[in-house]
């Protein structure tokens, strides 16, 4: 029990007794004999049940002798990480030189003096159910037809779907869901690991050094641990909730691993599956099943012994939820039933194999399920008989009733447990099937309700689109967890009833679309596909052509019809041939463009993987005629402006540079405050200069232009919350790339003004951050750049001199490092952050949140009176908020950045 690369806040495992296990703390690969947590005086000491009942006062764990609390200290653990290894519960063995026995314990010391809390864990249990090829039902909120099938309907089977509809109907709907990619394997990577599929390390080890951008098919989209990133082993859903304490189990089919056909054991499927972060696997399917035709041969994958059976999987799953009653630990579900996907047909499953017919062997025995088997005295062939039955023989139906039997015996099972109330379930299609493999709607939008009583009411919806990578992100907000990677998706837990924040799901914030090299993105109404003209590199192209869509390279609809409302009509389909805009709509399909290569740029194969916000920049032409050009909204090719800090030294480009760059966006987005050379040469930020190129150069209606001239920021005057990129050690001369005699879009200062050192963090004598310009050369209608009101910074809270402890490497050496240094990177990344909010140091040595305030972002500061401009709605008008309603939202959350 031990993984190679952690830290004292990484959950390991358990002990024996099912009490958790940290580790390492003493910077060499070996564990502590009492393994626990350092509390917040920098004490050791032994973890317990929960922190909350860790008793301060007390030494649990002195060396190699424990404190024999035994009626609050369970289980200990000592060896390397290189010999640890998991034991059944009746198999332990413990070293005795470093462990106590309880028998050989003369007596417990005393309780703490506050009683512990109740055990019980009670957060929510999770399962995720995500059948294969289920159709997208009418009553569903389709997505519009097919240009072709006109007004056509698709409704649910004859017998209905009560069970699925239960969990529709009595919970929350998403009106408007999408997976990443219209494929089973490349969707199921976004669900289990929250981020694109683009982003697989398997791809990254496969893919062809000519490739620009990531293929994202099946066969390039799996799970799997290369090259120092770890899909497999720890980046996904299923491990971070192990890790957090929940049981964790699959059921059905995977298709995330690179199995070879010849060495393929219905064993070592399970065992591979099981490094992936699953407790628990049964009733595997490892690939989709062979039909035993010439075209589609069995295989060791499929032998023809076993098709289809949804008996043998969702007995599986009951057993794992009724153990999991017992035990009291919550569990996370991924349940993946193989119908009623074609392959190895529905109805050759159904008449020609039984419930024992299993990919693991002769089951020896017919499962009693209450609701399937169970409702005709146990017997397999009545319950299949009824399918038939009930669905008066049409076999477009067999799966979906199948189906939904199934989920109607899991919600029993989690109602004989009293269980259902605190159990999430998530159901979810893969992809499209009207226009499966493709990018278009028909391709991508999918059903997916969350049923969760404890949480939403009966026929809840949510109308604003959201992507199966959220379901991550949104699972752990659910569960109190912070996962040790980056995500893509976002939690909409908060958005649900919320009105501002359903305002930026709706309208502001971009879903990405991939399959093979096309690409698309959903922002607001607007959806972008970028298509290769190949037919036998794009199956969106290929399908577009025969199903009477646009099939131009570029293409720019919109989803809403002019409206605000995404458009369900049957028939008005709008990506048909014909309705492209991106000839209309020049302004805004650049700025889509810009959007995608921001994405491309994140998910770049032969660059590390990068998390940049990505977001529509654009807003719309005002109905008034706009004011002229402004001096100040005009950008040159050779102006200059601070790009950022390398090893210590100002990075100078300018917009020439940015305009050619793969993805301005992103430098644009990358927040950074101003640099100032030894000649007092001031460089603003890319945003502030090249504002065409950023698209920062907002028109205003001229009738809310304020009449005053601008406001000018002092540099003494800077955001406190913007951290300065000031070098600390400056180089004694200017960069090679920013001559002193360049052009910059701020005056250089008078020779007399510059001063004789290294300027502070924030001087109040600084010389003002842009030169007041002429009376003559100041429209009387420029708007205020900067408020005037803008809270200050002190001198005294400017970052020092000096190194801060940043951390112990394996070999035991003390890693220090400088605020320009820190300075370097994107304040609001998780790296800066983690960094910090450390509170441990070694040697005495400073903190970085100490050495480095401004950069830490924890100079003292407070919100003023007045309200600030947030945004401008699609109607023009000004939309202006206070900061008691900004301080009501999370302050780390992307909304509030």
């Known amino acids: 029990m031990g993984e ?133 039902f009418d009553e569903w909120g389709a997505p519009p037809n097919l240009p072709e099938r006109g007004n056509t309907n698709l409704n649910l089977p004859k017998a209905g779907m009560p069970h699925i509809e239960r969990l529709r109907t009595n919970g929350l709907q998403m009106m408007q869901a999408y997976t990443t990619s219209p494929a089973c394997g490349t969707s199921r990577y976004s669900t289990i690991t929250g981020k694109y599929p683009s982003r697989s390390s398997y791809n990254r080890e496969s893919a062809d050094l000519t490739e620009e951008i990531a293929e994202v098919t099946i066969p390039t989209t799996k799970l799997a641990d290369v090259n120092g990133y770890h899909d497999c082993a720890g980046y996904n859903l299923a491990s971070t909730f192990r890790s957090n304490g929940y049981h964790t189990s699959m059921i059905g089919k995977w298709h995330l691993s690179a199995i070879k056909d010849e060495t393929y054991t219905y064993d070592n499927s399970v065992h591979i599956v099981e490094g992936c972060g699953f407790d628990t696997v049964a009733g595997l399917y490892i690939e989709n099943l062979k039909d035993g035709s010439d075209d589609d041969p069995f295989g060791n994958f499929g032998d023809g012994t076993f098709s289809h059976n949804m008996e043998w999987i969702t007995w599986e799953a009951i057993n794992i939820i009724n153990y999991q009653a017992e035990s009291g630990k919550p569990f996370f579900m991924y349940f993946n039933p193989t119908v009623p996907h074609g392959s190895n047909g529905i109805a050759h499953a159904l008449l020609n194999f039984t419930c024992r017919d299993t990919a693991n062997g002769d089951l020896g025995f017919d499962p009693n399920i209450t609701g399937m088997t169970g409702d005709y005295g146990g017997s397999c062939e009545e319950y299949r008989d009824s399918i038939l039955n009930r669905t008066e023989y049409n076999e477009d139906e067999y799966g979906s009733v199948w189906l939904d039997d199934s989920v109607g015996a899991l919600v029993k099972t989690l109602e004989d447990n009293n269980m259902l109330e605190n159990t999430i379930i998530i159901f979810q299609e893969d992809h499209g099937m009207d226009l499966k493999g493709s990018l278009y709607e028909q391709g991508v939008r999918i059903p997916q ?124 389909n709008m990506e048909e041939s014909g309705k492209n805009l991106k000839d209309a709509f020049v ?245 800066v952050k983690n960094i910090c909010r450390k509170s441990e140091t070694e040697d005495d040595l400073p903190l970085a949140k100490e050495l480095c305030p401004l950069t830490c972002c924890t100079c003292p500061c407070s919100d003023k009176d007045g309200e600030f401009f947030w945004k401008m709605n699609k109607r023009r008008k000004i939309i202006k908020k206070d900061c008691s309603w900004l301080a009501g939202y999370d302050p780390s959350s992307k909304f509030v950045k």
């Not at 990578?469 to 569960?479: K, Q, R, V, W």
């Open 4 to 136: 190679e690369f952690v830290t004292e806040d990484d959950l390991l495992g358990y002990a024996m007794d099912g009490f958790p296990i940290y580790g390492p703390v003493n910077n060499t690969d070996e564990l502590d004999p009492c393994n626990g947590r350092r509390n917040d005086e920098g004490e050791y000491q032994y973890h317990v049940r929960r922190k909350d009942q860790v008793n301060e006062d007390a030494d649990y764990c002195n060396g190699a002798s424990p404190e024999t609390n035994w009626n609050y200290i369970l289980g200990c653990y000592s060896g390397t990480v290189a010999n640890s290894a998991v034991f059944d519960s009746t198999e332990y063995n413990l070293d005795l030189d470093y462990c106590f026995h309880e028998d050989t314990i003369p007596g417990p010391t005393p309780a703490p003096t506050t009683k512990a809390p109740s055990s019980v864990d009670t957060r929510p249990n999770i399962i995720i159910i995500q059948p294969d090829d289920l159709p997208f």
């Open 449 to 572: 309700f969350i049923h969760y009583p404890d949480e939403y009411d009966t026929d809840s919806t949510f109308d604003a689109p959201v992507s199966v990578i959220d379901i991550g992100a949104t699972l752990f907000d659910f569960a109190g967890i912070t996962p040790n990677y980056e995500l893509d998706g976002e939690s909409w837990r908060d958005a649900i009833g919320n009105k501002e924040q359903t305002d930026y799901w709706v309208h502001e914030r971009c879903l990405f679309f991939e399959y093979e090299w096309d690409r698309g993105a959903r922002c607001g109404c607007d959806k972008y596909l970028s298509l290769t003209q190949n037919e036998n590199l794009s199956s969106t192209y290929k399908k577009g052509l025969t199903k009477d869509f646009s099939t131009d390279e570029l293409n720019l609809f919109d989803l809403c019809d002019g409206t605000d409302d995404y458009v369900i009509d049957k028939t008005k």
């Open 587 to 831: 302004e805004k399909f650049v700025s889509f463009e810009k959007t995608v290569k921001c994405h491309l740029n994140n998910t770049d194969l032969w660059r590390d993987p990068e998390y940049t916000y990505c977001e529509l920049d654009y807003i719309a032409p005002p109905s008034l005629s706009p004011a002229p050009s402004l001096p100040l909204c005009r950008e040159e090719a050779g102006d200059k402006f601070f790009y950022r800090i390398t090893s210590g030294i100002p990075r100078i480009k300018d917009c020439d540079w940015l305009t050619k760059n793969s993805n301005p966006i992103s430098i644009c987005e990358t927040y950074v405050d101003y640099h100032q050379d030894e000649n007092g040469d001031i460089f603003l930020p890319a945003r502030e200069v090249c504002k065409e190129t950023c698209l920062t150069c907002y028109l205003l209606n001229p009738s809310q232009v304020p009449s005053s001239p601008p406001s000018i920021l002092s540099i003494s005057e800077s955001p406190s919350m913007a951290p300065s990129l000031l070098a600390s050690d400056p180089p004694t001369e200017s960069p090679t790339d920013s001559p002193t005699d360049s052009p910059s879009l701020v005056p250089s200062l008078p020779a007399s003004d510059p001063p004789t050192e290294s300027p502070t963090d924030s001087p109040t004598d600084s010389p003002s951050l842009v030169p007041s310009l002429p009376a003559s050369d100041t429209p009387s209608d420029l708007p205020s750049m900067v408020p005037s009101n803008a809270p200050s910074t002190s001198s005294e809270c400017g970052d020092k001199d000096g190194k801060f402890f940043w951390k112990m490497n394996k070999r035991g050496n003390i890693i220090k490092k400088n605020c320009s240094w820190l300075a370097g990177y994107d304040p609001s990344s998780r790296f």
